[in-house]
């Protein structure tokens, strides 16, 4: 049986690579700094001592930032990628309840939820012969078949992973400690896990015009 070969959606517009990343790391910084001094704020307004406490304030400010992350991601790019647009979706509804019922364990949990969820959507794909990866990413780069399958794959299992990691932290240690984890953790972790993977995706790169033909 043969697999046609997979190329990435493609952008309307380019962002500077430092911009996107700005973009993306901007909503997590905001929801740490909020969080990190949650009690001066509520005293320079007072009106913030209705959301509760720090990870209370932390997560309204996570989910106003996101919103304006979304916002000029759509206005710089002229459309929003499939992985930004669930996490928000989930951030705007696992926040809410938050809030609403002043139970942080919604907050929490959206992490597990959302690398379950795409870890499923990945190997669920491979499970009917597709290969979902470019456009959960929205990738920039084009494999044939078997690259998309292997790296489609692993990245199946690496959202697992980071699911399973944050059950342990967050049931484990400190409020605190978890959106440090959160910010802080998660993101070096992704990059280096992306860096691990530069060897196949060399191994499986397709010209740009597309051409090539499946190694």
Same mark, same amino acid.
């Given at each position: 049986? /043969?697999?046609?070969?997979? /190329?990435? %959606?493609?952008?309307?517009?380019?962002?500077? %690579?430092l911009?996107?990343?700005?973009?993306?790391?901007? %909503?997590l910084?905001?929801?740490?700094?909020?969080?990190?001094y949650?009690?001066?704020?509520?005293?320079?307004?007072?009106?913030?001592? !209705?959301?509760?406490?720090?990870?209370?304030i932390?997560?309204?400010?996570?989910?106003?930032?996101?919103?304006?992350?979304?916002?000029?991601?759509r206005?710089?790019?002229?459309?929003? !990628?499939?992985?930004?647009?669930v996490?928000?979706f989930?951030? +705007?509804?696992?926040?809410?309840? /938050?809030l609403?019922?002043?139970?942080d364990?919604?907050?929490?949990?959206?992490?597990?939820?959302?690398?379950?969820?795409?870890?499923?959507?990945?190997?669920?794909?491979?499970?009917?012969?597709?290969?979902?990866?470019?456009?959960?990413?929205?990738?920039?780069?084009?494999?044939d =078949?078997?690259?998309?399958?292997?790296?489609?794959?692993?990245?199946?299992?690496?959202?697992?992973?980071? =699911?399973?990691?944050?059950?342990?932290?967050?049931?484990?240690?400190?409020?605190d400690?978890?959106? +440090?984890?959160?910010?802080?953790?998660?993101?070096?972790i992704?990059?280096?896990f992306?860096? /691990? &993977?530069?060897p196949?995706i &060399?191994?499986?790169?397709?010209?740009? =015009?597309?051409?090539?033909?499946?190694?």
């Amino acid at each position: 049986m /043969t697999t046609q070969n997979m /190329t990435a %959606p493609t952008r309307r517009n380019e962002v500077n %690579p430092l911009l996107k990343l700005a973009l993306e790391l901007g %909503p997590l910084v905001v929801f740490f700094l909020a969080n990190r001094y949650g009690e001066e704020l509520t005293d320079a307004f007072p009106a913030l001592a !209705a959301l509760g406490g720090k990870i209370f304030i932390g997560t309204a400010f996570f989910m106003v930032a996101m919103t304006v992350s979304l916002v000029l991601s759509r206005w710089l790019t002229g459309h929003i !990628a499939l992985m930004p647009l669930v996490t928000f979706f989930f951030v +705007a509804v696992f926040g809410g309840l /938050t809030l609403w019922l002043q139970d942080d364990t919604f907050i929490k949990t959206k992490p597990t939820i959302v690398n379950v969820l795409f870890g499923a959507i990945l190997l669920g794909g491979l499970a009917f012969g597709k290969s979902l990866l470019a456009y959960v990413f929205d990738a920039a780069f084009h494999l044939d =078949a078997e690259g998309w399958r292997r790296l489609t794959w692993r990245w199946g299992l690496f959202f697992f992973c980071l =699911a399973g990691l944050n059950e342990v932290v967050w049931r484990n240690f400190s409020d605190d400690f978890w959106v +440090a984890f959160k910010v802080w953790a998660i993101m070096p972790i992704t990059i280096a896990f992306m860096l /691990t &993977q530069i060897p196949l995706i &060399q191994r499986h790169a397709l010209a740009p =015009a597309g051409g090539g033909e499946d190694r």
